[in-house]
């Protein structure tokens, strides 16, 4: 059984940093793809970064510049560090992978970290 966890999540003031890990286990390929989604209360869920590749990442414009994606396939984890936080960036953090199990791909999510930005 295919699993993610999130860790890594907590308050901090505005400018600070976080560093979000995720574990992916119960794979038998490496992930197709990883990301980083967030959703605020009342809103979508959106795309903050996901990553393919080592270059082929793509991230939302509200973060480029300030959230790093990363994924280390030896550890099968995937992170994502959060410079220059603002309130705005508050929400539940979710992981995200598509993985191949044989018979295509699927999606599979974690559980969410929440992330508070606030003085």
């Known amino acids: 059984q295919i699993q993610l966890v999130e860790s890594g999540g907590g308050r901090v003031q505005p400018g600070g940093s976080l560093r979000l890990s995720c574990a992916i286990s119960g794979n038998k390929f490496s992930p197709f793809s990883v990301g980083w989604y967030r959703q605020a209360p009342g809103k979508q869920r959106n795309l903050v970064a996901h990553?393919?590749?080592?270059?082929?990442?793509k991230y939302s414009d509200s973060v480029k510049g300030r959230f790093t994606i990363s994924r280390d396939d030896t550890k099968n984890t995937v992170d994502l560090q959060m410079n220059n936080l603002i309130p705005e960036d508050t929400a539940v953090y979710y992981c995200?992978?598509?993985?191949?199990?044989?018979?295509?791909?699927?999606?599979?999510w974690g559980q969410g970290t929440q992330v508070t930005v606030s003085s």
């Open positions: 990553i393919i590749s080592g270059t082929n990442t």
């Open positions: 995200n992978a598509v993985i191949e199990t044989g018979s295509g791909l699927d999606d599979y």
